[in-house]
């Protein structure tokens, strides 16, 4: 059935998609709803068309590609190294435009050179776009979890503050509030009379007869032991908060690390400022940085022109599978995101694989990139 | 133009609003029998009742089938979309408080903030091969306090329509929101409230949807001001 609401330019595209050397595949538009809702989170419960089976499984119509292009790379098991593109309707509520809409784009699943992968990513969307949009000079801002964790890291922040720093990364109100509740001496949080109880037993001084404790009294009020959290995964989070309960997150480090999020450089010139960063602060995050300047050199190498791109620190995206790079292309000075990616390496263990496959893709919003193109042809 | 109130058709949330609206001088009787589904105000041609089950009042407002409703401000906020540009909550009546909150087992002695609530659930998935799953009936409410004032985006919601405090205990779920207005059946069922954990202060409410042609209407303007005169 010919599709009359694709947008023209679509075949083109699609062309442009397997010129580089990835396999077109498709997906099911009616997809099962659990990994969407799994991965990322119930938010996208009010965004997604959900339905049920007659059997009351719950399914939904695709609202986008990456998780069903992975689950069936798992499925068919055919191997790494691996490169899909795809082109397609998919259907989610958004604040502006229509909740159907097109997308493509490439999941470059297996490669085990990073940086050449993340290259490659950053270069096929802009090469993509620029042929889409002539003449129009593109934007695309650059960011990497990779360097905040080393920072983070590199602090000496307890595990426990690393993990919720990591967490809140690319959620920038979140983080910030974060920082101020660290740092803030007068909120220490109550040592309750159910945990003073346990003090004066003697339990919080032993992590095994913690456990035992919490065993017993699970048992005693009905709780399975197994069902949920257990009474080891308690015993021992409490003690690491105990040990946490009497720190605060020193004002050097604080400002240290507000610092760091506040770098926003052109690209070429972000190892040199990561570099003086490092310095100033004494942090070592050089093999992080290491790993920074290798992608950047790579992008260079993949044909990117490097002034287009912007490094900000502060950009990621607060989803646990994301783990390196992230980036946003757009027509320069605009605001609308023509292709977004990132680099995923924990998405596909988490969706079942039993061997970790670094993966790294980006995604095309077909609408907006028409919308631009439409501009172009209204000022030309 | 006959202004409509919507009010709960049975319960003590009915005879409730029957005190407040004789305080405010807007006596409320039966058409026909008492079981009757419609009402009117003693006295009044320009007022109409139309009693509705609780559940069906916020949607009823929302629609503009009525242009007043006293219900529950958890329903409302629970039943709507953008609640505030929708209807005004005229008046709080002081009836039917209840809380919602965000409960775990009391035995998680790890957990008494939503921040310890964002640690779990970001572990859960790695320790349990799920993620951390809430039982509730309030799904907005759940999603915009966990997500947007929390940051907490994964974990999974349970649709529980009933005995909601007991999914923790029976395994269908680790944690749960749902309202409670003394804490016993919470304390029943072994769960603490978190500290930061309220998501929201309920009580019966006087709503109105949020109409243009009532601006320049004077009857709904002298119900607002009557009610809230007794309140």
């Not at chain 1, 604040?95 to 050449?116: H, K, N, T």
């Amino acid at each position: 059935m010919p599709l009359i609401n694709l947008p023209a330019f679509a075949p083109a595209l699609a062309e442009d998609l397997a010129a580089l050397k990835a396999e077109r595949v498709d997906t099911p538009v009616i997809q099962p709803a659990a990994p969407f809702l799994d991965m990322a989170g119930e938010d996208l419960r009010r965004r997604i068309f959900l339905t049920e089976s007659e059997t009351g499984e719950s399914l939904c119509l695709r609202p986008e590609f990456t998780i069903p292009v992975c689950i069936r790379h798992i499925e068919t098991a055919t191997g790494t190294p691996k490169r899909y593109a795809y082109l397609g309707e998919v259907f989610r509520q958004r604040r502006e435009g229509s909740a159907e809409f097109y997308q493509a784009g490439i999941e470059d699943l297996g490669d085990p050179d990073v940086a050449r992968a993340d290259a490659r990513a950053v270069a096929d969307a802009v090469s993509v776009l620029a042929r889409r949009l002539p003449g129009r000079p593109l934007a695309v801002t650059l960011g990497d979890q990779g360097v905040f964790e080393a920072v983070v890291a590199a602090c000496g922040l307890p595990a426990g503050w690393q993990k919720r720093l990591i967490h809140a990364f690319g959620n920038h109100a979140h983080l910030a509030r974060l920082l101020e509740a660290l740092s803030d001496p007068e909120k220490t949080e109550v040592f309750n009379p159910e945990l003073e109880k346990l003090a004066i037993r003697g339990l919080l001084e032993d992590e095994a007869s913690l456990a035992a404790h919490i065993d017993a009294t699970m048992q005693a009020t009905g709780y399975s032991t197994n069902a949920s959290r257990s009474p080891a995964e308690i015993a021992r989070r409490l003690k690491e908060k105990l040990e946490l309960e009497s720190i605060r997150l020193d004002a050097r480090t604080h400002g240290l690390l507000t610092e760091f999020l506040g770098v926003d450089v052109p690209l070429a010139d972000a190892p040199a400022a990561l570099f003086a960063f490092a310095e100033r602060s004494g942090l070592d995050i050089a093999p992080a940085l290491s790993r920074f300047d290798a992608r950047v050199a790579a992008i260079r190498n993949a044909g990117v022109e490097p002034d287009i791109v912007t490094y900000r620190a502060a950009f990621g995206r607060p989803l646990d599978y994301y783990t390196g790079l992230v980036f946003e292309v757009t027509v320069k000075g605009e605001t609308a995101v023509l292709a977004g990616g990132g680099r995923f390496d924990r998405l596909l263990t988490l969706l079942g694989a039993a061997d970790r496959i670094p993966a790294v893709g980006f995604a095309l919003w077909l609408d907006r990139i028409e919308t631009a193109i439409n501009e172009g042809r209204a000022r030309a | 133009m006959t202004v409509t109130i919507g009010l709960p058709s049975k319960g003590r949330m009915k005879e409730d609003c029957s005190a407040i609206l004789a305080r405010a001088g807007l006596p409320v009787v039966a058409v026909g029998n008492d079981r009757s589904y419609r009402g009117r105000v003693d006295g009044r041609e320009d007022i109409e009742i139309a009693f509705l089950s609780a559940s069906e009042i916020a949607r009823e407002i929302a629609a503009g089938t009525v242009d007043f409703g006293v219900t529950g401000e958890d329903l409302v906020r629970e039943g709507l979309a953008e609640v505030d540009a929708r209807v005004e909550f005229s008046a709080r009546l002081g009836f039917g408080h209840a809380d919602v909150v965000v409960a775990v087992p009391e035995i998680w002695l790890d957990v008494d903030t939503m921040a310890d609530l964002a640690d779990v659930a970001a572990d859960f998935r790695a320790r349990h091969q799920r993620r951390l799953t809430v039982a509730t009936k309030y799904w907005r409410l759940t999603q915009q306090f966990f997500s947007q004032r929390h940051g907490i985006q994964l974990y999974r919601i349970v649709e529980s329509l009933g005995a909601t405090e007991g999914a923790p205990a029976s395994g269908s779920a680790d944690i749960i929101v749902d309202i409670t207005s003394t804490g016993s059946t919470l304390t029943a069922n072994h769960l603490k409230v978190l500290s930061d954990g309220v998501i929201l202060r309920s009580e019966a409410c006087l709503v109105r949807a949020r109409r243009k042609e009532h601006d320049s209407d004077p009857v709904v303007a002298e119900i607002v001001e009557r009610v809230r005169a007794v309140v």
